[in-house]
């Protein structure tokens, strides 16, 4: 069982990092939320190949969860590309727009 990954971790970074610079926390929300599905689907990854756990618990919880959790990833993917791509993101680089920076950086101004 594994993620489908469209942007690396530090892709996501990069994004949440430039949406608190600028103060546009809307795509870096949902940057941060796939950050942390991928953290709860590599702990049910590890909980489902626990071989002493397993021993004791049942693994079919931890199956849930990640099923879950890897369709949950893969919703807020899509809807992450699909808000850099309206934005007009440069999805090569990861740049936030100019005319977005700027605008922020404007409203920071007045």
């Known amino acids: 069982m594994q993620l489908c990954i469209q942007y690396t971790n530090e892709q ?3 994004i949440r990092d430039q949406g608190f610079v600028y ?3 809307c795509p870096s929300q949902v940057s941060e939320q796939i950050a942390h599905l991928r953290r709860l689907f590599a702990y049910q990854f590890n909980c489902i190949n626990n071989v002493e756990a397993n021993r004791v618990l049942d ?3 931890h199956e849930i969860i990640a099923k879950a959790t ?4 893969d919703i807020m993917q899509k809807c992450l590309h699909d808000v850099l791509i309206h934005e007009k993101w440069n999805l090569e680089t990861l ?3 100019e005319n977005l920076r700027q605008h922020l950086e ?3 101004t007045e």
């Open 95 to 97: 740049e936030m727009p």
């Open 23 to 25: 103060m546009c926390a």
């Open 106 to 108: 404007q409203i920071l």
């Open 59 to 61: 693994t079919k919880t």
């Open 12 to 14: 996501i970074d990069k």
């Open 70 to 73: 890897r369709e949950a990833h």
